[in-house]
């Protein structure tokens, strides 16, 4: 499982940009300042168990606050509005769960009476003919009655406020419904795909007037308003309609506009307790500390990677080369005063960067919106929007388009196992464990402070699939890396023995996760052909990257984590132990291709007091490199996809934090240009010769020479494919061996096609140029050539 977040030790982890949405944002009356962010406690990292990230606490003096949290709005009382019914009286105190029977146009007498009701309203009138409302006594309702054909379609309000400003709008409670029912069957059947284009808020017309439709599931409250910059955040301006037993609700707002800064208020109808939330299916946020969604804009971003996206529907990647460069978007540069970069500036920075050092893949740590920095955005809140500390969602559109031009693909890392507790946000998110289990030994994670989906549920399972689509659909990414799926499968994942439910059957698996699971690869794969999806699995599940159909998960890759822990424990040691641990070098071969697997070292394995990666290295300056270009080598060479760590490519010398760019200023030092160089050559390497990705997930695409040379700690290997047969040969020892005879198949002239001790490489430029094979077995093979071996150092030969 990821390790997320540490103490805070630098105060610029939480400098902020400007916000480009405060300047976008409209208003029909005074905006006010925005609310403060509500920040996660963070505990140290354990040595045995994922980092917690513990739950949010409130932060202090909130600068936007709605009337629910201020208590400005005095309650209504019956004694003091004798005028006004119960019924009214629930509509003045936010208490009514279906105000559209009693505001709009409703009829009556034989005519139609319009009643609204406007807290902020001293006189309100119709714009087409003038005509005024009449205040029921003492209260903020205004009501008409009329003859039908005395009101147009759809009347427009014109009213003042009690500061004497002139105001005008459509009435929003004179619209009809606007959720079809077969949208609302399908979310209730956990089958509609691409729901986030229904709820959440989005631009929309009815009858030719414009305004925004807003709809959210929250199936036990008892009202829901929707606040905003555009109602002085108030829940009484604008409560919603209940779309019945669907549990959602739904308001269209007329006259809105993009921009518009919005939240759901809620009324818990068990406690009367009012909530305030963000939008689960927002597309767009502030800029952090604050949290209000914001409206986002018709689409119009213009695509220009049609070949690519042609070209992935039709790519085999399981015969193909990929060489993932994860990053962390925050902390990879910054500008000159310390602030994050733009998605376009990383469109030019980062995507010059990959495409120079040849990768074919850059993974996003998550960029979905959270709060707090430190979390790494493992704390996702904003689901269906890239976070606003590097622009906004057509910005990052344009960063990914970028990539598909320049032949690089892009995969996001992706949270469907746990969110935080942050009151804003999904955390019982109507009153009630709505997105969650209710029992927290089955809804809560106490390692992390935070809470487990309750994947049995329809509309949570569908939440999540949409938004998986979504990811790949509206911004065209190449895959998804699935975080922490061992937390999901095992109901007992990292709990004491009398902390979990046990299943149906008596078993700690996650059934329902399991089909949660399979359904996503399944639902990702038809949709989005060409797609891979990623897991982050840590135990012996069997079958994690095998068909649904045949039993399997149905991921198309999987982590290898045992191969990661077991490689740098070995390369850990001093090499004059290492003969005692040699088997941790072979091992992995035993179940190499029981699995599709990717080979990672990723940010997990540079936090938390483990070091950079060169640090784990045994000896001085000179040794550290020269096994850490060993071990790359072994890496690229070694059956399965690559994944390397920002910063690991040019040895940063210093452990990675959130809170700072990485030690660019290192390759000023012939070591570290040395490595990056290496880093270079091998994706070259490894994407133009077959025999190194052809046969990857297959057998038949490896076979040993020799494994058992322990006394020297050497290893040999071939990597084939139909095309060609490489010979790799690796030294894990300082010791350069000479006259060293290793078997071969074919007689005739081996070239030497890289040495990682190059003195390109700032190595000691020991090896061989070409070598003539002798007729002489060999470890089981017809013929064998003598070789000088480097230090510290990897061959790779071909005849």
Known sequence: MTKRSKTPQDTDALKTLHNPAADQAPSSVEAEPSNSLEKQKVKKASSSKP?????????????????????????????????????????ANARHHDPFSILGRHPKNGGVEVKVFMPYAESVQFSHNGKAL???????????????????????????????????????????????????????????????QKLGAHLHQVDGISGVQFAVWAPNAGRVSVVGDFNRWDGRCHPMRSLGGSGVWEIFIPDLKAGSLYKFEILNRNSNEILVKTDPYGQYFEFRPNTSSIVIKEKSYQWKDHQWMMQRANHNWLHEPMAIYEVHLGSWRR????????????AVQLVDYVKQLGFTHI??????????????????????????????????????????????????????????????????????????HEDPRKGEHRDWGTLIYNYGRNEVKNFLLASAIYWLEEFHLDGLRVDAVASMLYLDYSREHNDWIPNMYGGNENLEAIDFLRELNAVTHQQHPGTVMMAEESTAWPQVTRPTWAGGLGFSMKWNMGWMHDILSYMSKDPIHRMHHHDQLTFGLLYAFTENFVLPFSHDEVVHGKGALVNKMPGDE????????????????????KLLFMGCEFGQGTEW??????????????????????????????????????????????????????????????????????????????????HYRIGVPNEGLYSEIFNSDSQYYDGSNMGNAAVMSEPTPWMNLPHSLTLTLPPLGALILKQ
Not at 170 to 183: H, L, S, V, W
Not at 658 to 686: C, E, F, I, P
């Open 51 to 91: 980092e917690p990230t513990a739950s949010a606490s409130k932060a202090p003096a909130p600068a936007r606050q709605t009337i629910a949290e201020t208590g400005a709005a005095p309650e209504a009382r019956a004694e003091e509005y004798p005028a006004l019914d119960d019924e009214h009286l629930k509509i």
């Open 134 to 196: 009449e205040r029921i006594p003492g209260s903020d309702f205004f009501v008409y009655q009329a003859k039908e054909d005395d009101l147009p379609a759809h009347y427009r309000l014109a009213w003042k406020d009690k500061n004497g400003y002139s105001h005008e709008n459509f009435d929003a409670y004179d619209f009809g419904t606007q959720t079809p029912e077969f949208d609302l069957h399908l979310f209730g059947e956990g089958k509609h795909w691409h729901v986030y």
């Open 335 to 346: 500008d000159n005063q310390g602030n994050f970069l733009s998605y376009r500036q990383l």
């Open 363 to 436: 993974e996003l740590l998550p960029i979905t919106e959270h709060p707090l920095d430190l979390s790494w955005g493992y704390q996702t809140t904003g689901y269906f929007a890239p976070t606003s500390r590097h622009g906004s969602p057509d910005d990052f559109r344009f960063f990914i388009d970028t990539c598909h031009q320049n032949d690089i693909g892009v995969i996001l890392d992706w949270v469907p196992a746990h969110f935080p507790k942050d009151s804003f946000a999904l955390a019982r998110f109507d009153g009630s464990a709505l997105y969650e």
């Open 622 to 641: 000179w040794q550290r490199f020269a096994n850490l270009r060993l071990l790359l080598t072994f890496m690229f060479t070694y059956p399965g996809k």
């Open 657 to 738: 934090s959130v809170s700072r760019a990485l030690d660019w200023y290192v390759l000023d030092y012939a070591h570290h240009r040395g490595l990056q160089t290496l880093v270079k050559d091998l994706n070259h390497l490894y994407k133009t010769h077959p025999a190194l990705f052809k046969h990857d997930f297959e057998h038949h695409g490896f076979e040993w020479i020799d494994c058992h040379d322990i006394q020297q700690s050497i290893i040999s290997y071939r990597r084939k494919s139909e095309m060609e047969d490489l010979i790799i040969v690796l030294n894990f020892t300082p010791v350069p061996r000479e």
